[in-house]
């Protein structure tokens, strides 16, 4: 093949997905440069997209102003959050460390056009939740990007869509999928922050794969 990876290449990709973190904490002061934000999101722009519909629309928030406010709308979920839970976990929850919305210097809220005509809705006809995944991919993609950069990225899903969707004007009918936070860290965790707090455990590929037949045998929990 000619245009075939070679393996220090190949070892480059799998070690971008073997070490990319969700990063809540530890991101420095230093902004990112114009152009490394450039190559992040034309890294997403570039991803696989139902009907080559490329619905995903990105909202740089740089502002500390308006991300001062985005903590507050996270605060206040976070707060109903840990009330779903009681005793013990409670306050493990409670504990944990879910964000870096303040301290990381930029923030990105990407938002899906779901109802673009674009692609004229080949792929969307029986899947119309298609559009969203897409967006989704936009995500990795620009996930897997960072970690090569040297580069963190958390996503903040506490948060009340509708609060976000008034404060970064976002037009009704574009739904918010992800809220990022982005920034420069001086160290990648080596296992994910809920593993290594006990929230929970990482389950083993062989106890979710299963062969010409869905099994549930031991899916999604530790067989061993
Ligand atoms: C859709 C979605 C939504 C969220 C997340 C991820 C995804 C995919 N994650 C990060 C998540 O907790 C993390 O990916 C896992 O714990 C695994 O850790 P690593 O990503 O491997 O470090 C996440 N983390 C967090 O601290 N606050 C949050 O609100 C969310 N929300």
Redesign the pocket.
């Known amino acids: 093949m000619s245009n075939a990876f070679s393996e220090s290449e190949r070892n480059a990709v799998y070690r971008a997905i073997a070490t990319?973190?969700?990063?809540?904490r530890g991101y420095t002061a230093q902004p990112l440069p114009d152009e490394l934000l450039e190559r992040l999101l034309s890294a997403a722009h570039s991803a696989p997209s139902v009907g080559l519909m490329q619905p995903s629309r990105f909202i740089v928030v740089r502002d500390p102003a308006v991300r001062e406010v985005v903590h507050g709308i996270?605060s206040k979920a976070n707060t109903a959050a840990a009330a779903t839970y009681s005793g013990e976990q409670r306050q493990h929850y409670s504990d944990?460390?879910?964000?870096g919305i303040r301290e990381a210097p930029q923030n990105l809220c990407v938002v899906c056009d779901a109802n673009s005509e674009r692609g004229h809705k080949l792929g969307r006809q029986t899947m119309p939740e298609t559009s969203l995944y897409s967006t989704?991919c936009a995500?990795q993609n620009l996930?897997l990007a960072a970690r090569a950069e040297g580069v963190g990225v958390?996503?903040?899903?506490?948060?009340d869509p509708e609060r976000l969707q008034e404060l970064l004007g976002i037009p009704q009918h574009l739904v918010i999928?992800?809220?990022l936070c982005i920034g420069y860290v001086d160290h990648f965790?080596a296992?994910?922050?809920?593993?290594r707090h006990g929230?929970?455990t990482?389950t083993q590929l062989r106890s979710v794969i299963s062969y010409d037949r869905y099994s549930d045998a031991c899916s999604g929990a530790d067989c061993s």
């Open positions: 990319r973190r969700d990063v809540r996270f944990l460390k879910l964000e989704v995500i996930w958390g996503w903040v899903s506490i948060i999928v992800a809220y965790a296992e994910p922050d809920l593993e929230w929970e990482r």
